[in-house]
């Protein structure tokens, strides 16, 4: 049954044109990127994110998101660069409503999640889009096969057994089969963030967030979670938008870098055009500052 209980997102307060039409912003959208991305384009295929003049204002004033427009098309993977307090972690959590967006649409499959939606309709739309965090986020009470299965069991109804069936599967993915009844302090920092990933797999959504997901490890523990995820853009067929300072990972996997300052996309492009040729000043300033 529906929730009747309402988010109410105060949208469109701003000067900001509705959506466009769905076949129409396709279009638009497909002409944009196609010399920006290496992502193969099906015939008529629609972006699965669709963010127009997104605005993000916290407390009335601070206005984090000033103006970002940006379009993934599906099983892209896209990597998101820029220093600190640019507003990449907002983007994202505005991508999932963890944030209310202020203003601008953001659709997802062509359905627009800005404005008033159900309860329920959030739901809906968070289980199709798994979310990776800095800091892991398990519960440590569970073991890493626990922490896997309680989504499924919980949020997608599964049975006991199919869940668990699911979760060896994923923690096998990742490397980590062996640990699968150890609880998150008995894990290395890149063994969690690998059940973090598992977990957010295992719930087979259509797409996956990450934000910084090796921000918070030792060096020696990066490698095995980002070999992880390149296994996954390269034969998961899902859709990746990874907020990273992993260069080499975003020049090697990445379909498009996108480079966020200020609130806004200041340049996107493949990774050879972004990190060999970038087009604005800032852009080079921040991979110069960076190697
Ligand atoms: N809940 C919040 N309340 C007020 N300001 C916030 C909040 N969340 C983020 N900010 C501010 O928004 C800016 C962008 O933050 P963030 O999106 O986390 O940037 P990034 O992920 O690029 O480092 C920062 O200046 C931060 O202090
Ligand atoms: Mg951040």
């Given at each position: 049954m529906l929730s009747k209980k309402r988010m109410h997102l105060p949208n469109n307060t701003h000067d900001v044109p509705p959506a466009l039409d769905a076949e129409e912003a396709a279009r638009a959208a497909h002409e944009r990127d196609k010399s920006l991305t290496k992502h193969h384009f099906e015939p008529h295929e629609h972006p699965c994110v669709r963010i127009e003049h997104l605005v993000k204002t916290f407390d009335g004033e601070?206005?984090?998101?000033?103006d970002v427009n940006l379009t993934v098309w599906p099983g892209e993977v896209v990597c998101v660069l820029g220093p600190s307090g640019s507003g990449k972690s907002t983007m994202l959590r505005c991508i999932n409503l963890l944030e209310t967006p202020t203003a601008g649409h953001i659709l997802i499959e062509d359905k627009e999640i800005t404005g008033h939606l159900l309860q329920a309709e959030v739901n809906k739309l968070r289980q199709n889009l798994g979310m990776v965090f800095q800091s892991f986020n398990l519960f440590p009470h569970l073991t890493a096969k626990g922490n896997v299965m309680i989504g499924q069991t919980k949020v997608l109804k599964k049975s006991k057994e199919e869940a668990e069936a699911e979760a060896l599967k994923q923690l096998e993915a990742v490397g980590l089969l062996d640990r699968a009844d150890y609880k998150p302090a008995q894990l290395s920092g890149g063994q969690q963030q690998r059940v973090a990933i598992a977990r957010a797999v295992a719930m087979h959504p259509d797409i996956i967030l990450f934000d910084e997901p090796t921000s918070a490890l030792d060096p020696e523990l990066v490698r095995g979670v980002l070999d992880v995820m390149r296994r996954l853009a390269e034969h998961g067929g899902m859709t990746m938008i990874v907020v990273t300072h992993e260069m080499g990972f975003a020049r090697e996997v990445a379909d498009r870098v996108v480079f966020m300052e200020g609130g806004v996309v200041v340049e996107q492009g493949t990774p050879e055009q972004v990190f060999d040729n970038p087009q604005h000043k800032r852009t080079a300033e921040f991979l110069g500052s960076i190697d």
């Amino acid at each position: 049954m529906l929730s009747k209980k309402r988010m109410h997102l105060p949208n469109n307060t701003h000067d900001v044109p509705p959506a466009l039409d769905a076949e129409e912003a396709a279009r638009a959208a497909h002409e944009r990127d196609k010399s920006l991305t290496k992502h193969h384009f099906e015939p008529h295929e629609h972006p699965c994110v669709r963010i127009e003049h997104l605005v993000k204002t916290f407390d009335g004033e601070t206005q984090v998101l000033t103006d970002v427009n940006l379009t993934v098309w599906p099983g892209e993977v896209v990597c998101v660069l820029g220093p600190s307090g640019s507003g990449k972690s907002t983007m994202l959590r505005c991508i999932n409503l963890l944030e209310t967006p202020t203003a601008g649409h953001i659709l997802i499959e062509d359905k627009e999640i800005t404005g008033h939606l159900l309860q329920a309709e959030v739901n809906k739309l968070r289980q199709n889009l798994g979310m990776v965090f800095q800091s892991f986020n398990l519960f440590p009470h569970l073991t890493a096969k626990g922490n896997v299965m309680i989504g499924q069991t919980k949020v997608l109804k599964k049975s006991k057994e199919e869940a668990e069936a699911e979760a060896l599967k994923q923690l096998e993915a990742v490397g980590l089969l062996d640990r699968a009844d150890y609880k998150p302090a008995q894990l290395s920092g890149g063994q969690q963030q690998r059940v973090a990933i598992a977990r957010a797999v295992a719930m087979h959504p259509d797409i996956i967030l990450f934000d910084e997901p090796t921000s918070a490890l030792d060096p020696e523990l990066v490698r095995g979670v980002l070999d992880v995820m390149r296994r996954l853009a390269e034969h998961g067929g899902m859709t990746m938008i990874v907020v990273t300072h992993e260069m080499g990972f975003a020049r090697e996997v990445a379909d498009r870098v996108v480079f966020m300052e200020g609130g806004v996309v200041v340049e996107q492009g493949t990774p050879e055009q972004v990190f060999d040729n970038p087009q604005h000043k800032r852009t080079a300033e921040f991979l110069g500052s960076i190697d």
